[in-house]
């Protein structure tokens, strides 16, 4: 037992324990971005601001996405097809009168949730391991994008794309308050529900979930549909962006790699249990900001996917520092 | 009055292995059972029937007089039926308090749909963890940072947490510190006296005694008695769990003249707490086991003379030379020369969709390649011997493992560490769920390989083998050695009074 300095104090040591992985990322993130304002010509406007955020907000609606299955001990390789997907179904139906926006975008969010559940179901049911299900309904989806639209084009009603893309008061980004509401509505109440937490002991031990009667098939089912419904977000989000929809297969799987390494660096486990959606999102814009540093010291971009794995092995090796500690080196292989 | 809970008929196979037959079990409000048997006797698989984890071919469940279905853990709980297992069912990533409320956490607003209240979860936990005496586990800390002993203590308070009408421990004290015990005991009297059911299994007569008011044992998956605590002697007690003829399936051993350098000479080895101060010696040619209930620590001797633990202090020295034991990759090396048969072949000992020629000549690829590319030829000469020496029936080298039989696994797994030719063999209960036959081939090979002058240290879980193979038997208690049986004093009754750290139960022979 270390020092005891008061119940408060001790609280407190155990809640920075169990939060390490998102405050490393935060902090991360914060020096990063300070960095960047500081170098940019054109320092912290409004625009500059709006823009990161734009680009990482994107990524961190797809890693969060991401993250939720992961949680589970699980991987979702369709999130970057559904968001894909959802971009092509978004730049069709949301248009019109307002009544057929908003029709639109609840069309969008229902496909989305609809793509989680068939993952879900395959995983669940069929009993798939998660990496391969997700690779086969992710080219589905990747078909559908394809026949949704099978040339670059289609429009977003302006009105509602400008508005969330841009910032409110010219000051804090739209898509951050966006961002942030999907933390707090959605993210929230799941962390704290019986199935929520149920995701993170199936992750943990799921022979131990099983046996403390954890409701395993139901948790797993939701881990997949939350996905579906945050990689729907992310779609709609993009069409907002590009005013258009295309169904670009390249786009749809560097997002789903970056999301994995969002999660990475953002403290999740790979091996579930442990992490959440916040450490991600800082995950996700600490990827992004390394393309902006690189940029604003005008380092050759053709050397940035370099940069970019550097700073993802370097962040990699951080999770892996608990193996010094073993004592059975068979443990090592667990 | 109906006693609470009541199992007429239970039985369960496993493929053609016999777990239980025919089992029954009865206890009462306010009474604390105690499950008695050996290894392998079918306590646990009775008690994971009741927990919903094993379903059972045949028999009667009935709680309260009503008949109840257990078809999942989830469905026990709802029961009331709430257990304690030897393997903790504890979720390492979690919070403590997280782990006392995972199944029926305290909501806020709405009893069903709203969140979780952390606060009521975290005084639930603090709690139920005062109660059983853990109050110095902080209900923050995660489980995964937690030594053992405190993870049990949390196991105890989880299931209290969880407000059962019958409690199940299974060896839910064997990792507890003597302090520990006594509060769990103070709390599992009061929740007796509260008009709880208790059933509970534990490998130590002293707890049993100290804390039971019914008996029932078990022999071989069948019932063989219950009676009062108290109404038996402790001698008595192990005749019933032992009590069946057992015919000679053994080899014989040849007499051994003990005044050559041991093979293998282990000095005061100690582990994280889990083997204390272990001193053996094994001659080559010599054959002994190690005895004792499971989880003794037989295991992780095999593992730190293997090379897989760190952190293991004392000395060992094979053939007279000090050794370092670092990896196994070391450890098998042809000057070192030691192999591990291991327990659980199917993850430590095969790779299952290989080939059984890849399996074979895994760890002795060494002796033939060269620069890394493997000489076919030699591989080939090396297999069809050892394929001949052990009988394994297969239909070819080339077909994966998985499609042979229990026993001929067993054999691949023995001949792939025979292909290393080893001076030192350690097997771990290498004829666990093989059946009969392929046993008497093992035994017959473990004595011609101890004819060969190889030096075999045996851990098993059947008293009977290590009476038959074995010139010496040491029987392990919490890590330690407490008796080394040989001769006429290497008897079933010795090996169980030992095992259970009996020595007035009439054990002869000295501690080393």
Redesign the interface.
């Known amino acids: 037992m270390t020092a005891v300095t008061g119940p408060r104090a001790q609280d407190a040591r155990y809640w920075l324990a169990s939060h390490r992985g998102p405050i490393l990322a935060a902090a991360l993130f914060l020096a990063m971005f300070a960095v960047f304002v500081t170098e940019h010509p054109a320092g912290l406007s409004g625009n500059v601001v709006n823009t990161a955020a734009n680009k990482g907000a994107l990524l961190a609606l797809v890693a969060v996405a991401q993250t939720i299955p992961v949680l589970t001990a699980g991987l979702d390789l369709s999130v970057g097809s559904v968001f894909v997907m959802t971009n092509c179904l978004a730049s069709t139906v949301v248009t019109g009168t307002p009544r057929e926006v908003g029709l639109g975008v609840a069309l969008v969010v229902v496909v989305g949730v609809a793509c989680g559940a068939l993952n879900g179901l395959v995983v669940v049911v069929g009993r798939l391991q998660p990496i391969i299900a997700t690779l086969a309904t992710g080219a589905m989806y990747q078909g559908i994008a394809l026949w949704l639209r099978p040339a670059p084009g289609g429009e977003i009603d302006e009105d509602f794309a400008d508005f969330v893309t841009g910032s409110l008061g010219d000051v804090i980004p739209f898509s951050i308050v966006v961002l942030i509401a999907a933390v707090v509505v959605i993210w929230v109440p799941y962390r704290r529900s019986v199935l929520g937490r149920a995701a993170y002991a199936i992750g943990s031990s799921e022979q131990a979930a099983y046996m403390s009667g954890v409701p395993i098939a139901r948790a797993k089912f939701l881990a997949y549909v939350l996905a579906g419904l945050f990689a729907a977000l992310a779609g709609l989000l993009l069409t907002c962006v590009t005013y258009s929809g295309e169904a670009n297969a390249l786009l749809g799987g560097s997002y789903t790699l970056s999301s994995i390494a969002a999660v990475v660096v953002g403290g999740t486990s790979l091996y579930g249990g442990s992490g959440g959606a916040i450490g991600t999102i800082f995950g996700a814009f600490v990827l992004r900001t390394i393309g902006d540093l690189l940029f604003v010291f005008d380092i050759d971009p053709l050397s940035q996917p370099l940069f970019l794995g550097v700073v993802l092995l370097i962040s990699v090796s951080l999770g892996s520092f608990r193996l010094l500690r073993v004592k059975k080196r068979l443990d090592l292989y667990r | 009055m109906t006693p609470l809970l009541r199992m007429e008929g239970i039985s369960k196979h496993y493929g053609g292995v016999r777990a239980l037959e025919g089992a029954r079990l009865a206890c009462a409000r306010g009474r604390i059972h105690a499950v008695l048997g050996e290894n392998g006797a079918g306590k646990s698989t009775l008690i994971k029937v009741l ?1 919903g ?1 094993v379903q059972p071919d045949a028999g009667t469940i009935e709680l309260a007089g009503e008949p109840i279905a257990l078809p ?3 469905a ?3 029961a009331g039926i709430v257990s304690v ?1 030897q393997e ?8 403590v308090a ?1 782990n006392i409320g ?2 029926d ?1 305290p909501r806020m607003w709405h009893r069903t749909w709203g ?2 209240d ?1 606060r009521a979860q975290r005084r639930r936990a603090e709690a139920a963890l005062a109660r059983v005496g853990a109050g ?1 586990i ?1 209900p ?3 489980v995964r ?1 937690l030594p053992l002993s405190r993870r049990q203590m949390v196991e105890i308070a ?1 299931a209290l947490a969880r407000d059962p009408k019958l409690l199940l421990l299974d060896e839910a004290t064997s990792a507890l510190t003597a302090a520990d015990v006594a509060s769990v005991f103070r709390v599992l009297r009061q929740l007796r006296d509260d008009g709880l059911a208790i059933v509970f299994i534990s490998h130590r007569m002293q707890e049993i005694a100290e804390l039971a008011d019914d008996c029932s044992v078990y022999r071989n998956g069948c019932h063989v008695a219950s009676f009062p605590a108290g109404s038996k002697t402790s001698g008595e007690i192990i005749e019933m769990m032992i009590g069946r003829e057992h015919e000679s399936v053994f080899p014989p051993r040849p007499g051994r003249a003990s005044s050559e350098r041991p093979a293998l000479a282990v000095k005061n080895l100690s ?2 707490g889990r083997l204390r101060n272990i001193d053996l010696e094994i001659r080559p040619g010599e054959v002994v086991g190690l005895g004792g209930l499971d989880g003794q620590g037989q295991r992780d001797l095999l ?1 730190a003379l293997f090379g ?4 293991v202090t004392g000395s060992v020295a094979v053939h007279g030379v000090p050794v370092t034991l670092s ?2 990759q070391r450890t098998r090396l042809p000057g070192g020369g030691i192999a591990l048969i291991p327990e659980d072949r199917k993850t ?1 000992g095969l790779m299952l969709p290989m080939s059984v020629r890849e399996n074979l000549s895994f760890a002795a690829i060494d002796q033939f390649s060269r620069f890394g590319w493997i000489d076919r030829r030699a591989e080939e000469a090396a297999i069809a011997s050892m394929i001949r020496l052990l009988g394994i029936r297969a239909d070819g080298i080339d077909g994966p493992v998985a499609a042979l039989s229990g026993g001929n696994q067993q054999k691949v797994v023995i001949g792939k560490w025979l292909m290393t030719r080893p001076q030192i063999i350690l097997l771990n209960d290498p004829t666990r769920g093989i059946d009969v036959g392929t046993k008497q081939e093992l035994y017959r090979l473990l004595r011609e390989l101890a004819d060969g002058r190889a030096a075999l240290l045996f851990y098993s879980t059947d008293y009977d083998e290590l009476i038959g193979c074995c010139d010496r038997v040491l029987i392990l208690y919490d890590g330690a050695i407490v008796n080394v049986l040989e001769g006429d004093a290497l008897t079933e009754h010795n090996i169980v009074a030992s095992a259970h750290n009996l020595t007035a139960a009439g054990a002869a022979g000295a501690p080393p």
């Open positions: 927990a984890v999942d853990p989830a026990a709980s709802r297992f903790l069912s504890l979720l390492p990533d979690l919070s997280d995972i199944v956490p969140p979780i952390r110095d902080h923050l800390a995660q940072d989880k582990w994280a593992l897989a633990l760190t952190g990896s196994p430590e």
